[in-house]
């Protein structure tokens, strides 16, 4: 079965840092990958997907992925991290051969220092 | 402005009650989406559309109920709403060009007394 895992709970970054989410999957085919994030008491909102070619791929609000087939990951990352960063993201992967339909991790909270 | 959107964005209501939890989308989308989130877990898919009286449960088992008689319009029911129904609702949409990227309402969170 296919399963998203994201180990870090909680993060804590201070502004201007770096940061890197990660994210690991399970999924027996090629994998379609995304990362959303969600700000306190929102939606989601797409951040970057992964389809096929580049392995970095470019996102919003300056975010970016990696995907390492070797790996199973698709981590996230950001430069220099912002106040307004501060949220919940999740990663996520989709069952291309069953309707569309998307796993997500557990997610992981960014708390940013100021 | 294309959005989606969810109404009530909160709602506090006792055992026993009906409930109808809206949710909109001005985009077009014919594919639509019902997600559950407890508070600081994973989304976890209870029902899908694929367009206009098509329905289908999804991953998690849910007592709630959904509708699709037009487009724009996938409204979730519970007939007697229970405390272990407290969570966060998210209805999502997305098109059959560009079926996995989902675009998100702002959730509501219903808590049951």
């Known amino acids: 079965a296919q399963s998203v895992t994201q180990p870090d709970i909680h993060i804590t970054v201070s502004e201007g840092a770096s940061l890197e989410l990660r994210c690991n999957y399970s999924y027996g085919a090629t994998p379609y990958l995304f990362w959303y994030v969600q700000s306190p008491g929102q939606g989601l909102q797409l951040l970057l997907k992964y389809f096929s070619g580049d392995t970095l791929v470019q996102g919003i609000k300056g975010f970016e992925a990696e995907f390492k087939r070797s790996q199973s990951s698709f981590n996230l990352r950001k430069p220099s991290v912002h106040w307004s960063d501060a949220a919940e993201y999740f990663c996520a992967v989709a069952h291309t051969a069953a309707g569309n339909k998307l796993t997500f991790g557990g997610g992981t909270r960014v708390l940013v220092k100021p | ?113």
């Open chain 2, 1 to 113: 402005e294309a959005d989606i959107y969810q109404t009530p964005r909160y709602l506090v209501i006792g055992t026993g009650k009906k409930i109808t939890l809206e949710c909109s989308q001005t985009m077009g989308h014919d594919k639509m989406y019902w997600y559950q989130q407890d508070p600081g877990m994973e989304l976890h898919l209870i029902h899908y559309s694929y367009g206009v009286n098509s329905t289908e449960k999804g991953d998690l088992s849910s007592e709630s109920t959904v509708s699709r008689i037009r487009t724009e319009h996938f409204p979730l029911t519970l007939e007697s709403a229970r405390p272990s129904h407290t969570s966060q609702y998210l209805c999502a949409s997305s098109d059959h060009r560009l079926p996995y990227e989902q675009y998100f309402g702002p959730g509501t969170r219903l808590t049951v007394t």
